[in-house]
């Protein structure tokens, strides 16, 4: 589970970059002129990952006459987010005739920093997680310990009536430490 949420954070943060990458381009495109559905095509053949994919479909839809903005508009994307956020900038430029380069630089500004503020938080936060696994660990080395004494705690583990209590109740609890502090970690950086 602890992995799992990891593998999914750094697709997340990989996902950001490319977007962060995406907006750059589009908006590069947009300030020398580019008609946006032209700016949009050009940016996703720059563009990897989702933000290709987005550009790509917002290039299509505003060619064909339609919206732009409904191509950011993915639920299941790992960055759905941040992608309905560059789509509302998308709509009301078009919608009010704002200048689409200067809100899809502020989407992405804004973008930028929270990412910076998300990575600072989970920076912040790396020790406590540490400090979990580390102490989540400590059970393991006192048994190892206590077998290079020979103090057999195996045995008493294993064997003896309380042992068969004990063993179950401290991995259940060393389980819940970890998963209170992942709930504690995930909470501060929320």
Do not use: K, N, Y
Not at 36 to 62: F, K, N, T, Y
Not at 89 to 104: F, P, T, Y
Not at 113 to 128: C, V
């Amino acid at each position: 589970m602890r992995s799992r949420r990891g593998r999914g954070e750094r697709t997340r943060r990989a996902e950001c970059a490319h977007l962060l990458a995406g907006l750059e381009a589009v908006v590069g495109e947009l300030r020398v002129g580019a008609h946006p559905s032209a700016a949009a095509e050009a940016a996703a053949a720059e563009s990897r990952g989702e933000a290709a994919r987005v550009l790509a479909i917002s290039a299509g839809r505003s060619r064909l006459g339609g919206s732009g903005a409904d191509g950011w508009t993915h639920p299941d994307s790992v960055v759905a987010e941040e992608l309905s956020r560059i789509g509302v900038a998308w709509r009301v430029a078009e919608e009010h005739g704002l200048a689409l380069a200067d809100l899809l630089a502020a989407a992405r500004t804004d973008l930028l920093g929270r990412t910076r503020f998300r990575d600072r938080t989970e920076s912040a936060l790396a020790g406590a997680r540490a400090s979990a696994t580390v102490l989540a660990g400590l059970p393991v080395v006192g048994v190892t310990l206590g077998h290079l004494m020979g103090a057999a705690p195996l045995a008493v583990l294993f064997d003896a009536p309380p042992g068969r209590v004990l063993l179950p109740l401290g991995a259940a609890l060393a389980c819940c430490g970890l998963l209170w502090t992942d709930v504690i970690t995930r909470r501060g950086s929320a």
